[in-house]
T-cell receptor, first 112, second 111 residues
Framework: SQTIHQWPATLVQPVGSPLSLECTVEGTSNPNLYWYRQAAGRGLQLLFYSVGIGQISSEVPQNLSASRPQDRQFILSSKKLLLSDSGFYLC???????????FGQGTRLTVV | GQQLNQSPQSMFIQEGEDVSMNCTSSSIFNTWLWYKQDPGEGPVLLIALYKAGELTSNGRLTAQFGITRKDSFLNISASIPSDVGIYFC???????????FGTGTSLTVIP
């Protein structure tokens, strides 16, 4: 069966510090991968999605970037965090046929 | 991006009551998904719909894909305390495209 791992679960970072959140999927090949941000427990905003290694599409301009160095690994990064980057970050994957999306447990990021 | 309008925004109901929530879009979707999110957790897929008019059940949950392909509803029968959470609809315009999410319906069940 397929599983998705996302870490860390919680993170407190000072303003201006770098960020790296990692997401890996097991039990499938060539998944589509997504990063979402959720503010105040409501509304999922799509940040990035990827249909293959090195293929990243950005939905909104922001202080964040994403990379996919391996087929089942998706990384969300920032060089310098802003207070407004605080939120709940969710990684998700979907099969190549892309008809359902499955989420990780999320990372609660607090920028102080 | 696409906007999905989900209503109601929040619901407070007595245990045992039935619940109904819906999601509408200005665009035609090929896929509708319904998720439940518990506090501090990632959303969990409840029901997936792929055809206009499709009615699908998962235990006490029933969801339908609207005939116009621009809406969907989710019903929960005989609510219980563990139904508490935020319910999201999500849609996909074409297979292979990204998923767009509604703003969520927060459900509180009063024992």
């Amino acid at each position: 069966s397929q599983t998705i791992h996302q870490w860390p679960a919680t993170l407190v970072q000072p303003v201006g510090s770098p960020l790296s959140l990692e997401c890996t999927v097991e039990g499938t090949s060539n998944p589509n991968l997504y990063w979402y941000r959720q503010a105040a427990g409501r509304g999922l905003q799509l940040l990035f999605y990827s249909v293959g290694i090195g293929q990243i599409s950005s939905e909104v301009p922001q202080n964040l970037s994403a990379s996919r160095p391996q087929d089942r690994q998706f990384i969300l990064s920032s060089k310098k965090l802003l207070l407004s980057d605080s939120g709940f970050y969710l990684c998700a994957w979907s099969p190549p046929r892309n008809t359902e999306a499955f989420f990780g447990q999320g990372t609660r990021l607090t920028v102080v | 991006g696409q906007q999905l309008n989900q209503s109601p925004q929040s619901m407070f109901i007595q245990e045992g009551e039935d619940v109904s929530m819906n999601c509408t879009s200005s665009s035609i979707f090929n896929t509708w998904l319904w998720y439940k999110q518990d506090p501090g957790e990632g959303p969990v897929l409840l029901i997936a719909l792929y055809k206009a008019g499709e009615l699908t059940s998962n235990g006490r949950l029933t969801a339908q894909f609207g005939i116009t392909r621009k809406d969907s509803f989710l019903n929960i029968s005989a609510s219980i305390p563990s139904d508490v959470g935020i319910y999201f609809c999500a849609g996909q315009i074409n297979t292979g495209n990204q998923f767009y999410f509604g703003t969520g319906t927060s459900l509180t069940v009063i024992p």
